[in-house]
């Protein structure tokens, strides 16, 4: 999981603005890591909101798979995620009519549901008969909020702007249900911090996801 966050722990202002809360530095970092991830997910908000090509454009760096949730086939065929062929569209199975994307190249990927909305353990094992394997999601609060609370993230790149947005309606960085205590909530092992500028990224390994020694 990568997201980009102010000093308070928002990546977007109560009106959704959210350009741009880190600096360019960390921006170009990014690229560098979807070059080392077979994939770069978003959310259908992320989709509609910025519009990204979600491209490695790192000197030498290749294009992820780019993988986009969209559970109700909301999104236009017309983004310019489509732009490259072999996009992987994750939406709810009972929703069919995939022609406008399947003309733009894209990959149907049908999901089945849960309380949650579409079912994350079974989107990731179809991303998987896909040959992709490794997945860095770049997604909003509601999409890592999920992942968080199904605990299928095992590893984060939090970047860190210090500045304060403020106001009870701006956007978290992980929203979800979340944990009842502190006791119950995810923690970074291994964690490294690197600075870009006035920006710092804190990255780890989650604890409750580390494979059993």
Known sequence: AKWAMSLDGKIATRTGDSAWITNEASRAHVHTLRAEYDAVLVGTRTLLADDPRLTCRAEGGRDPV?????????????????????TIVAHDRSVT??????????????????????????????????????????????????????????????????????????????????????????????TQVERFGEDLMIAGDVESCLPDS
């Open 66 to 86: 780019r993988v986009v949730i969209d559970a109700e086939l909301r999104a236009a065929a017309s983004s310019r995620v489509f732009d490259l062929p072999g």
């Open 97 to 190: 009519d995939f022609a406008a994307f399947a003309a733009r190249g894209a990959v149907s990927l049908p999901v089945g549901t849960d309380a949650h909305g579409l079912a994350l353990g079974e989107l990731l094992a179809g991303l998987r008969d896909h040959d992709v394997m490794s997945v860095l999601v770049e997604g909003g609060g509601a999409i890592l909020g999920s992942l968080f609370d199904a605990k299928l993230v095992d590893r984060v790149y939090a970047f860190v702007s210090p500045r304060v947005i403020g106001g009870r309606n701006a956007v978290p960085a992980v929203a979800g249900e979340g944990v009842s205590k502190i006791l119950e909530s995810l923690k970074l092992v291994d």
